[in-house]
């Protein structure tokens, strides 16, 4: 089961492989993970108004932690 909750500057994400909550500024989005993999905070510049890493990853948390490095800097289109 997921449970996703999306609003303007938050979001929040929990599954039976972790949890993430990020907060979005206008230049930085803050990420909190808590996971059998990773536990700690990351940080990311906004992609405002393109798709971030979480959408991009299907919004599971082993993805994104995967694929942070590769992805965490890019500015993805739509």
């Not at 393109?50 to 995967?66: K, M, Q, S």
């Amino acid at each position: 089961m997921r449970i996703l909750n999306e609003r303007t500057m938050f979001k929040i994400l929990v599954d039976e492989k972790g949890a993430m909550l990020s907060l979005t500024t206008k230049k930085r989005a803050y990420f909190f993970f808590l996971s059998g993999n990773f536990v700690g905070a990351k940080v990311a510049p906004t992609t405002d108004p393109y798709a971030g890493i979480v959408e991009v990853c299907g919004y599971d948390i082993p993805t994104i932690l995967r694929q942070w490095e590769r992805l965490h800097r890019v500015k993805l289109p739509g």
